[in-house]
């Protein structure tokens, strides 16, 4: 995959997980195991239309896959694809734990030389 299709790749992921209610059906999907849009909007204050589309945004960022069930599809986590993407977010919260205390540092050095100036 190249460095731009994985860009694009990584930010369907992320949109995917940061809308609140996709998040959601993930949680469901993985205490239950699989799911249709039908059961999962029966659990959802969204309608079974409105599942099912988001249903399609998190098999196309990896996080679901789809098996025909009969009139239906059955969905289920895809659990390296939700790995990765705990991965990742783990990554990204360590570069900013590391910028928070790189601009501490820099603060804290600029009160301390404004303290000498004033003594």
């Known amino acids: 995959m190249s460095t731009t299709a ?3 790749f990584d930010d369907q992921l992320w949109s995917a997980i940061g809308d609140p209610t996709r998040r959601r059906m993930l949680d469901l999907l993985l205490v239950e195991g699989d799911g ?3 059961t999962l909007s029966q659990r959802l204050p969204v309608t079974r239309q409105a599942v099912a589309k988001h249903l399609g945004v998190l098999d196309r960022a990896g996080l679901v ?4 069930a009969g009139r239906e599809r059955r969905y289920q986590v ?3 694809q939700l790995a990765r993407a705990a991965a990742q977010l783990s990554s990204v919260g360590s570069e900013w ?3 928070l205390q790189r601009i501490k540092r820099i603060a804290e050095a600029i009160q301390r030389t404004q303290h000498i100036e004033h003594d």
């Open 97 to 99: 734990d590391a910028r």
């Open 65 to 68: 896959r789809a098996t025909p």
């Open 6 to 8: 994985a860009a694009k």
């Open 36 to 38: 249709t849009a039908t």
């Open 78 to 80: 895809d659990d390296a």
